[in-house]
């Protein structure tokens, strides 16, 4: 999982509106279609008391929000964490409408979230959480309406209650109301690794098209959960070495490279990367401007600004974390010719998979993982393809011509649809 945004919600909204202003001009979207996009379509904010171990209730806050449906069912993660808020949401919400679009998959864009610390409860406080919030906004998902996945802070157990919540809601088994769920109650095979083999094959194709060897290439890694790590063991298995990574609570270096699995394990015994033998220790902000090839932020919102990315060395970055780099930020990377694989497309790989989970869910399919993998790849490719196209032509950065192709393709569905009444 990904660590928790390092700004507030409003921080995180100003930025999503920004850069889509700043596709709106590459596409030359009207102002009418523009005002539609700016806005989430619906909101939902519920107070829940939930009985904790002690005996005692405690009222939680939660979030469901959906930005857009016009291509689709609304997609998105539910997170747990304590800060939270509406303002966070709405922005995750809208750049899961854009994510959806880019890879051109047929899902609307939605996010939720639980203000609690999930560090501080019990399995069982987390699972009363869950159902009761689940009641709370069962009205708004459905496999046809809103389909949420885990983010940070949940997981497969975690779509299990809300399944069997809802399912019971309904008097019968709807696998199909979330994804990213254990393989026993129709998940699928590849889900787990979906998001770091993503930003592994974007980068790679990155490499095909510029012509560029990746093999003895040197990467750090910011963020070690389901998409940091998962991105690390792969690209290692690729033959990039890996020369730091971080978590929470701290980094660590060495030119020789780092052994991933025994890091892993080192992380597991010890609750920390850090102190792992043969390195050094540094910190989060420090690891950003480490030397090396690629640099693959799978952590926090907001590291890379324009404070640090003259100093940052890396030739490729690829964004496992959502909203890693600010816009000013990716104009100056930009004018240093630093390629960009931006969150929308690098970490597309998550919801990419999880719209095969969906399918195979309506109609009683199980893909191998073999399969799984074939296709993430080949939408991942033509993905990269466009967006890279698209910012060559334009003369923009990758973001900016990912945002771009992912609007216009909501911004089309809009017009095709039109206003009714």
Not at 208 to 213: A, S
Not at 235 to 254: A, L, N, Q
Request: proline share 4%; with cysteine.
């Amino acid at each position: 999982m990904t660590e928790k945004a390092s700004s507030g919600g409003k921080g995180h909204l100003e930025m999503a509106q920004k850069q889509l202003l700043q596709a709106a001009r590459v596409i030359d979207l009207g102002d009418d279609l523009l005002g539609v996009l700016l806005q989430t379509k619906r909101e939902l904010t519920v107070h829940f008391p939930v009985k904790m171990d002690d005996g005692n209730f405690k009222v939680f806050t939660g979030y469901r929000i959906q930005h857009n449906v016009t291509r689709g069912p609304a997609k998105g993660g539910i997170r747990y964490h304590p800060d939270v808020d509406l303002d966070e949401v709405r922005a995750l919400a809208m750049w899961m409408t854009w994510k959806s679009a880019v890879v051109n998959i047929p899902f609307g864009g939605a996010k939720g979230g639980v203000q609690c610390d999930p560090k501080r409860m019990s399995l069982d406080e987390l699972e009363r959480l869950t159902r009761r919030y689940t009641w709370e906004i069962a009205f708004m998902l459905g496999p046809d309406r809103d389909i949420p996945a885990p983010d940070v802070y949940t997981n497969a157990q975690t779509m299990a209650w809300i399944m069997d919540t809802y399912s019971i809601l309904k008097g019968y088994t709807v696998t199909g109301v979330v994804t990213g769920k254990p393989i026993e109650l129709g998940g699928s095979l590849g889900r787990i690794e979906a998001t770091g083999r993503g930003c592994m094959l974007t980068l790679i194709r990155a490499a095909q098209v510029l012509g560029k060897d990746l093999a003895g290439t040197t990467c750090v890694v910011q963020g070690f959960g389901n998409v940091g790590g998962v991105a690390a063991k792969l690209m290692r298995e690729i033959g990039i070495k890996i020369v730091g990574v971080s978590d929470s609570t701290g980094g660590v270096y060495s030119s020789k490279g780092l052994d991933i699995t025994a890091l892993m394990m080192h992380k597991c015994d010890t609750g920390s990367v850090q102190n792992f033998p043969g390195s050094d220790d540094v910190t989060n902000e420090e690891l950003l401007e480490l030397p090396c090839d690629i640099l693959c932020p799978s952590a926090l919102s907001g590291v890379i600004t324009k404070e640090n990315a003259p100093r940052i060395k890396a030739e490729f970055i690829v964004e496992g974390a959502n909203g890693p780099t600010t816009p000013e930020a990716d104009d100056i990377l930009y004018d240093r010719n630093v390629l960009m694989i931006p969150d929308i497309l690098a970490n597309a790989g998550g919801v990419t998979v999880s719209y095969f989970e969906w399918v195979q869910n309506l109609q009683e399919l199980i893909w191998s993982e073999e399969e799984v993998n074939q296709k993430l790849e080949h939408i991942l490719f033509r993905s990269f393809d466009e967006v890279y196209r698209l910012s060559q032509e334009n003369k923009v950065h990758m973001r900016t011509a990912a945002l771009a192709i992912g609007v216009h393709r909501v911004a089309q569905a809009t017009k095709l649809r039109g206003i009714y009444p």
